[in-house]
């Protein structure tokens, strides 16, 4: 399977605890996002990756979050000091660089903390 | 403030029937995407489109970006339910990298 790997798929939690995911994106591809979803709604953008460099970040990303991309290839995201709020599917997307390349999503982890 | 929406929210039709789904909004982008999304996965690309003006068609289903690149549609004909899902636009400001995704639209087709 050559798309875009989450895992793990789910993830439950106790408030307070720390939680770490990770994305493998597609190989060729060099640009690599992380989005979150809540229930009935659509995605929302919280950071992006150009190779290694995280060229963007979102106000909903709070400092409790930290995303990281050390060598290029896979990613990962680090919620500490988890909150109900944070309960949602985290989903992870690569593209290649060129302008207007469609986004190729993965199936998410889904984070519920109790 | 909804940079993108969608309507309807929900869709509920019979096997067969035709339904037009809106994406609509203020601002101009340099492209959109079409995504459906099922329970428990992540959303699956279906189209982009870059040109304003432009259709494209897939087996039953019909995109269409606006003139001016501020709105689309999606128009399903004989509607299945293989169909049914979460359909969600997505669109890429000019300068911008990330994707703007619209509020959904949940289809159900009924056999």
């Known amino acids: 399977d050559t798309g875009v790997s989450q895992n793990p798929r789910h993830k439950i939690t106790k408030r307070g605890q720390n939680v770490t995911f990770r994305c493998d994106p597609i190989?060729?591809?060099?640009?690599l996002y992380w989005y979150r979803q809540t229930l009935g709604q659509g995605p929302e953008f919280l950071t992006y990756?150009?190779?290694?460099?995280?060229?963007?970040k979102s106000r909903l990303l709070s400092d409790r979050f930290s995303a990281e991309r050390p060598k290029g290839s896979f990613s990962t995201l680090e919620i500490q000091r988890t909150e109900q709020g944070d309960s949602a599917m985290y989903l992870c997307a690569s593209s290649t660089r060129q302008t207007d390349q469609p986004q190729h999503f993965g199936d998410g982890t889904r984070l519920s903390i109790l | 403030t909804q940079l993108l929406e969608q309507s309807p929210q929900f869709l509920s039709i019979q096997e067969g029937e035709n339904l037009t789904v809106y994406c609509n909004s203020s601002?101009?982008?340099?492209?959109l995407q079409w995504y459906r999304q099922e329970p428990g996965e992540g959303p699956v690309l279906l189209v982009t489109v870059v040109t304003g003006g432009e259709v494209k068609k897939l087996k039953r289903l019909t995109f269409q970006f606006g003139d001016a690149r501020k709105d689309s549609s999606l128009h399903i004909t004989a509607a299945q339910p293989g169909d049914t899902g979460l359909y969600l636009c997505?669109?890429?400001?000019?300068?911008?990298?990330?994707?703007?995704f619209g509020t959904g639209t949940r289809l159900q087709v009924f056999p």
């Open positions: 997505a669109g890429v400001l000019f300068s911008y990298d990330k994707l703007i």
């Open positions: 190989s060729e591809h060099n640009r």
């Open positions: 990756f150009q190779n290694e460099a995280q060229l963007e």
């Open positions: 601002s101009v982008f340099s492209s």
